[in-house]
T-cell receptor, first 113, second 113 residues
Framework: NAGVMQNPRHLVRRRGQEARLRCSPMKGHSHVYWYRQLPEEGLKFMVYLQKENIIDESGMPKERFSAEFPKEGPSILRIQQVVRGDSAAYFC???????????FGPGTRLTVL | GESVGLHLPTLSVQEGDNSIINCAYSNSASDYFIWYKQESGKGPQFIIDIRSNMDKRQGQRVTVLLNKTVKHLSLQIAATQPGDSAVYFCAESGGAAGNKLTFGGGTRVLVKP
């Protein structure tokens, strides 16, 4: 009974490169959420998606960040032209239904050099 | 504005004692509250949740109390064990915030043997 899976677990990028973070929700879950966590801080909401739809992107920076959850395959959080301030842990969560408990993956730790 | 905060950033507890972690929230429209436990290098782990139509909910060794009058949430851990050492976050959702979770800053619990 696999939980939420994220890969890679650690990602190192140089400034200006692209970062792609992947999230596979729990089996049977069709709602995916992305959060960002800076060291010693709580998680901050970024985006909420259902299959092929972005439901709420109120926490996404207006530039360089995008997310998708295609009909087939994992959800992708994409960061273009990364800057040092993008260094953080990025967590994905999933739920079975809207408003249900969100279960989190292990996170991807992005380091921008 | 919407915010969830914690009164105590660090809590030291003797093994076997009970722990109480407090959380204040400001969004009176929130109707769903969750406690997560996060160990170093891992994703948040669901502990227990409560909806606004309840004021108390019990799990295994944990109890969550909700006081909507003063917008206060607490997590009680009975007979604290070394494995309980972690950072604990409260989170809330609902109202205008919709499905996204708003997290507090976290309380670090250190269990002394």
């Amino acid at each position: 009974n696999a939980g939420v899976m994220q890969n890679p677990r650690h990602l190192v990028r140089r400034r200006g490169q692209e970062a792609r973070l992947r999230c596979s929700p729990m089996k049977g879950h069709s709602h995916v959420y992305w959060y960002r966590q800076l060291p010693e801080e709580g998680l901050k909401f970024m985006v909420y998606l259902q299959k092929e739809n972005i439901i709420d992107e109120s926490g996404m920076p207006k530039e360089r960040f995008s997310a998708e959850f295609p009909k087939e395959g994992p959800s992708i959080l994409r960061i273009q032209q990364v800057v040092r301030g993008d260094s953080a842990a990025y967590f994905c969560a999933s739920s079975a239904l809207r408003g249900d408990t969100q279960y989190f993956g292990p996170g991807t730790r992005l380091t921008v050099l | 504005g919407e915010s969830v905060g914690l009164h105590l950033p660090t809590l030291s507890v003797q093994e076997g004692d009970n722990s109480i972690i407090n959380c204040a929230y400001s969004n009176s429209a929130s109707d769903y509250f969750i406690w997560y436990k996060q160990e170093s290098g891992k994703g948040p782990q669901f502990i227990i949740d409560i909806r606004s139509n309840m004021d108390k909910r019990q799990g295994q060794r944990v109890t969550v109390l909700l006081n909507k009058t003063v917008k206060h949430l607490s997590l009680q851990i009975a007979a604290t064990q070394p494995g309980d050492s972690a950072v604990y976050f409260c989170a809330e959702s609902g109202g205008a915030a919709g499905n996204k979770l708003t997290f507090g800053g976290g309380t670090r619990v250190l269990v002394k043997p």
